[in-house]
């Protein structure tokens, strides 16, 4: 099974994480059934940004974005190149290194 392995996040993770998942689970949800809180404002169907996540290793593994996806990318906290949404991302057969962004447009406005 692939590994996931989370850098550290100082909320969800501070010391980091590897986790192990199956090839077709988002990476939404293996991070919530392995108890890494990451938000899911809509329930995983791709219309909030808050399970935004930035591929630092094995993005071209991954399903490529669809247009939803790239669209709602772009109002995301933080976003960067390998920007994906956690709940559209595929796991394949190759391991993968995420970050969680700092903040989430839920604590963007909380915060602003
Ligand atoms: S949980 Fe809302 S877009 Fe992923």
């Given at each position: 099974?692939?590994?996931?392995?989370?850098?550290?996040?100082?909320?969800?993770?501070?010391?980091?994480?590897?986790?192990?998942a199956?090839?077709?689970?988002?990476?939404?949800?293996?991070?919530?059934?392995?108890?890494?809180?990451?938000?899911?404002?809509?329930?995983?169907?791709?219309?909030c940004?808050?399970?935004?996540?930035?591929?630092?290793?094995?993005?071209?593994?991954?399903?490529?974005?669809?247009?939803?996806?790239?669209?709602?990318?772009?109002?995301?906290?933080?976003?960067?190149?390998?920007?994906?949404?956690?709940?559209?991302?595929?796991?394949?057969?190759?391991?993968?290194?995420?970050?969680?962004?700092?903040?989430?447009?839920?604590?963007?406005?909380?915060?602003?």
């Amino acid at each position: 099974m692939p590994i996931i392995k989370i850098l550290p996040h100082a909320e969800y993770c501070p010391q980091g994480a590897e986790i192990s998942a199956s090839a077709g689970t988002s990476i939404c949800e293996a991070l919530l059934e392995n108890h890494i809180a990451i938000e899911h404002a809509c329930d995983m169907s791709c219309a909030c940004t808050t399970c935004h996540v930035i591929v630092r290793a094995g993005l071209a593994s991954l399903n490529p974005a669809q247009e939803e996806e790239e669209d709602l990318l772009d109002r995301a906290w933080g976003l960067e190149p390998n920007s994906r949404l956690s709940c559209q991302t595929i796991l394949a057969q190759q391991d993968v290194t995420v970050e969680i962004p700092k903040y989430s447009i839920n604590h963007a406005k909380e915060n602003h």
